[in-house]
């Protein structure tokens, strides 16, 4: 059979040049409204009854889960919220910006950020990798709780939150919608010392940007409630066997990402050292707004991405496509982003 080479003969000419651009304006201008319909039909009449059918609104519940080693990880979405993309590179001239996100197809003025948050079952802890915008922060994003109780489990069940950094998106989670008690009561807090100590002195309100100070007040807010709570620590630092931080600073003073291994594999969480499925890889050197210590950042994200293709590590990136894991392939002296396949 093996030396058979099999044969495939098209039965009907390809569908993209069977149909006319006049065709097509005519199904148009009909209400057909397909592509199907074009031409004369080439699946046969839609029943007249879809037209009544009522457009119903919501999506799935955003949560993906999958083996890595002996340990089970669950992707929840916080959502997602939208940024101009004039904070997306402030050292290159806006029309090459627009020009790179037009070539991938992506809108100019405005970006769409997913927000994918992982949860890490070692098979003795449940462990969270930062708790999402909360219900407070914008209507299109707080939907962590809802995902991690869709996924099967309780606030109460997550022993420890690791956090990577004090942005909105990562930690206005933290506490309940009354502003007061912890969301994930049971659970022991990490954060980097630098990072900690960034929010919750005036460092933050001085050195932002007058559009971000509204982050240094929030982060007054939910940070004291969870302090008693809370490890201060440095990067390097186990925080189960198996999941290490890694000091990633420049999108913040403590910015930290982790690597997390059991068996023979090993998942880098980028946290926002990686940002953009395009621009962060074939661009490092384009430099976010949100980036507050820009030539660290640079110099973070150019190491992470280097560990990455390197060990061939899965990576999880916050702030792209859901579920956000894929891996990092060298192309030249940049890089390119490789989606995984969905795991059923
Ligand atoms: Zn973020």
Redesign the pocket.
């Known amino acids: 059979m093996a030396s058979n080479p099999v044969k495939f003969r098209p039965r009907h000419k390809p569908l993209v040049g069977d149909i006319s651009r006049r065709r097509l304006l005519v199904a148009g201008a009909a209400g057909a409204g397909g592509l199907l319909l074009a031409g004369g039909g080439l699946t046969g009449k839609l029943p007249a009854a879809h037209a009544a059918a009522d457009m119903k609104d919501g999506q799935i519940p955003g949560w993906y889960r999958f083996k890595l080693g002996k340990f089970e990880i669950t992707i929840l979405s916080d959502g997602s919220y939208e940024l101009p993309t004039t904070l997306m590179a402030t050292n290159q001239p806006r029309e090459e910006v627009k020009a790179f996100l037009t070539s991938n197809f992506l809108p100019t003025e405005t970006r769409t ?1 997913h ?1 994918n948050i992982p949860l890490i079952n070692t098979g003795s802890e449940l462990i969270l990798v930062d708790v999402g915008g909360g219900p407070n922060w914008m209507a299109t994003a707080g939907r962590l709780t809802d995902n991690l109780r869709a996924s099967g489990y309780e606030p109460e069940d997550v022993d420890k939150v690791v956090l990577t ?1 004090g ?1 909105p ?2 930690i206005w989670g933290l506490i309940d919608e009354f502003e007061e008690a912890p969301r994930f009561p049971n659970a022991t807090y990490y954060i980097s010392s630098d990072e900690w100590d960034f929010w919750t002195t005036d460092q933050a309100e001085q050195r932002l940007a007058e559009q971000f100070k509204g982050f240094a007040i929030g982060a007054k807010r939910q940070l004291p409630p969870i302090a008693d709570k809370t490890t201060r620590l440095r990067p390097g630092a186990e925080i189960a066997p198996g999941i290490i931080t890694v000091g990633t600073p420049g999108h913040t003073p403590g910015h930290m990402s982790l690597v997390v291994n059991s068996g023979t594999e090993t998942m880098i969480v980028s ?2 050292c990686v ?1 953009h499925p395009f621009v962060s890889f074939e661009h490092p050197g384009w430099r976010p707004a ?1 980036d507050l210590e820009q030539d660290k950042a640079e110099a973070s994200r150019r190491k992470l991405l280097d560990m990455a293709a390197t060990e061939k590590a899965l990576m999880l990136v ?2 792209i496509s859901y579920p956000g894991l894929g891996h990092v392939a060298r192309a030249g002296d940049v890089y390119r982003w490789v989606p995984a396949m969905w795991r059923w």
């Open positions: 950020s927000v950094h942005h998106d990562h946290a926002d940002t949100t916050y702030h």
